[in-house]
Nanobody, 123 residues
Framework: QVQLVESGGGLVQAGGSLRLSCAAS????????MGWFRQAPGKEREFVAA???????NYADSVKGRFTISRDNAKKTVYLQMNSLKPEDTAVYYC?????????????????WGQGTQVTVSS
């Protein structure tokens, strides 16, 4: 089992930055792929970014060049640095762990999820 706890969400003006953290506990996550997803009101959950143990990453087109995912296996923590935030980035952001070690964008491939953290970007 893997338990995930997100933090770092909040209210920020457009153009600002936030850094989300996801702390994992339970079994080691070093071989897992870790992902960030988000869900805005009335919309489906969507892929944001993923990272595997080699450091390889995958990003949604909507966040490329603005968001950066990273991980610290020693601290069992994954980060999402979000820069140049836009009002359309407003959503609940979820951290997820995938066990096959692939950079999947499909939420169904991630069996472990955190509770989410709210990010609100004002215009």
């Amino acid at each position: 089992q893997v338990q995930l706890v997100e933090s770092g969400g909040g209210l920020v003006q457009a153009g600002g930055s936030l850094r989300l953290s996801c702390a994992a506990s339970g079994r080691t996550i070093s071989s897992h792929a870790m992902g960030w997803f988000r869900q805005a009101p009335g919309k489906e959950r969507e892929f944001v970014a993923a990272i595997i143990w080699t450091g390889n990453t995958n990003y949604a087109d909507s966040v490329k060049g603005r968001f950066t995912i990273s991980r610290d296996n020693a601290k069992k923590t994954v980060y999402l640095q979000m820069n140049s935030l836009k009002p359309e980035d407003t959503a609940v952001y979820y951290c997820a762990a995938e066990i096959a070690g692939s950079l999947s964008y499909n939420a169904l491939d991630y069996p472990y999820w955190g509770q989410g953290t709210q990010v609100t970007v004002s215009s």
